[in-house]
């Protein structure tokens, strides 16, 4: 039985010692000195922050926010969760949920390419200002002004400014159609 155990403690040895190499070795694979979680919902404060050359990330009031929305160089993002979105987002705005997977964000990091402004709304001004912070590490571009919408999709929707419905348009799945909300035309 000590030499079943033992054998087996040499495979499993060898094999996590050969998957280490082949991951060294690849370019795509993982780089432990240097590895953030794939997901951008880290507080704020902890883990690495943004550059020193970054600004900070702005809070907005929504009125101030929709006057920017206008911009073909403005993305706005929505970090709720899919159903959330699904039921009432800012029109416009692609799902970047606050779970997102790297790949996820990384999609939204390549979204920004071009822009001078992503603005993020979540239920409340704390979720987005948490994916704002991690989307301002992820992107390193000290010209890009990253705003976190104050109160949340609800003060947005209470000012009455622009709203759809439906899943993300610009986001990958099997309905990609977004239908205009019938409260706001």
């Not at 020193?52 to 929504?62: F, K, Q, S, T, W």
């Not at 929709?66 to 699904?86: H, K, M, N, Q, W």
């Not at 912070?133 to 400014?161: N, P, T």
Request: charged fraction near 20%.
């Amino acid at each position: 039985m000590v030499r079943l155990a033992a054998r087996a403690g040499c495979l499993l040895g060898a094999a996590t010692l050969a998957g280490l190499l082949v991951n060294g070795v690849r370019a795509d694979g993982v780089r432990f000195s240097n590895f953030v979680a794939p997901n951008a919902c880290a507080n704020p404060g902890e883990g690495e922050t943004s550059s020193p050359a970054a600004p900070a990330v702005e809070v907005m009031a929504p009125g101030d926010a929709a006057g920017l929305c206008g911009d073909p160089t403005t993305l706005i993002a929505d970090v709720r969760s899919a159903d959330e979105f699904a039921k009432g987002h800012a029109s416009g705005a692609i799902h970047l949920p606050c779970g997102a997977s790297g790949q996820v964000a990384d999609t939204a990091v390549g979204l920004v390419r071009g822009r001078q402004t992503l603005i993020l709304y979540g239920s409340t001004t704390a979720d987005a200002r948490r994916v704002a912070e991690e989307m301002r590490r992820r992107i390193h571009r000290a010209d890009l002004r990253v705003v976190a919408l104050a109160g949340g999709f609800a003060a947005w929707d209470q000012a009455g400014l622009a709203c759809a419905s439906g899943p993300c348009a610009a986001c990958p799945g099997p309905s990609r159609d977004a239908t205009q909300d019938p409260r706001h035309p």
